[in-house]
């Protein structure tokens, strides 16, 4: 089964406004990362947090981190019509394997 | 550089044929990662390697799949014979056991259609 659920499974908004997306997880991490994929596209890295850090920011990106709860969320703000993608958490298993368990998404559109 | 490179970017066939996939790595890199992403299952770590060598195939369909990475450049995954229900598409990445060795990149992805 997958690691990482993300929750909405799809979001619209309109242009300007915040995005967040959540990201809960099964077992022990070492990390957790968020990746952005554009429609017919590869995965892109967008930001990692490691278990021992609870807030993470990257330009208009904020990620939190809630090991007591198995819990992320990816903050995107003052979003763009460009943030329109699908964003996947994945997480990295304690042991570090170099494997990633990605989630099934979130499918984000942001209406200009 | 020119990051993770796959070849061919799509690729229509009949079923019971072979499919070759390829994929270059970014240099430097020692860990390289196949993927399999269709709407209904998401995305699929089929199987990775760890310089050269095949670490986890545990995802790997069937005996009708299989992957070699026969130098760190470069690494070929393979269908024979293909089924309608092989169409998806696949993705390589690679990454580096260093600081960042967790961060993935990927390539453009391979859109393989099985008719």
């Known amino acids: 089964s997958q690691q990482g659920e993300e929750d909405p499974q799809a979001l619209s908004i309109q242009e300007g406004e915040n995005a967040t997306m959540n990201c809960s997880y099964k077992t022990s991490i070492n990390n957790l990362q968020w990746y952005r994929q554009n429609s017919g596209r590869g995965l892109v890295h967008l930001i990692l947090i490691r278990s021992n850090e609870r807030e993470k920011h990257s330009g208009r990106l904020r990620v939190t981190l809630d090991t007591s709860k198995k819990s992320s969320s990816l903050l995107i703000t003052a979003s763009r019509a460009a943030d329109t993608a699908s964003y996947f958490c994945a997480t990295g298993r304690s042991g570090n394997t170099g494997k990633l368990i990605f989630g099934q998404g979130t499918t984000l559109q942001v209406k200009p | 550089d020119a990051g993770v490179i796959q070849s061919p970017r799509h690729e229509v066939t009949e079923m019971g044929q072979e499919v070759t996939l390829r994929c270059k790595p970014i240099s430097g890199h020692d860990y390289l990662f196949w993927y399999r992403q269709t709407m209904m299952r998401g995305l699929e770590l089929l199987i990775y390697?760890?310089?050269?060598?095949?670490?986890?195939d545990s995802g790997m369909p069937e005996d009708r799949f299989s992957a070699k990475m026969p130098n760190a450049s470069f690494s070929t995954l393979k269908i024979q014979p293909s089924e309608p229900r092989d169409s998806a598409v696949y993705f390589c990445?690679?990454?580096?056991?260093?600081?960042?060795?967790?961060?993935?990149?990927f390539g453009p992805g391979t859109r393989l259609l099985v008719l």
């Open positions: 990445a690679s990454s580096f056991a260093g600081a960042l060795k967790e961060t993935q990149y």
């Open positions: 390697f760890n310089n050269n060598v095949p670490i986890d």
